[in-house]
């Protein structure tokens, strides 16, 4: 694993999903992320946890939480939120 992502929606629906749910509009999103992300011969490795309607107090929350278990220990992180703030 190389890069986590952090975030809201956005985050969440690129690997397609919206509010927890699978959903099939969002089916062209997930493959583009897992040709960029998951493939074995993506350049970087990431992984993207982000949920729908998140503020940046809950990422945060998240964050220092342990919503990534201390054993992952990426080099990268990217954080994208504010939207619904």
Do not use: C
């Not at 089916?27 to 946890?49: E, M």
């Not at 964050?63 to 220990?73: C, F, R, S, V, W």
């Amino acid at each position: 694993l190389d890069l986590v992502f952090f975030g809201d929606s956005i985050v969440e629906h690129w690997t397609g999903y919206q509010h927890g749910n699978p959903t099939p509009t969002l089916l062209g999103n997930l493959a583009i992320y897992d040709q960029l992300f998951r493939a074995p011969q993506s350049f970087i490795h990431g992984l993207a946890l982000g949920i729908g309607g998140d503020k940046s107090p809950n990422v945060l929350y998240r964050i220092l939480n342990g919503e990534l278990p201390e054993a992952m220990d990426p080099p990268l992180f990217a954080v994208l939120v504010g939207t619904n703030d």
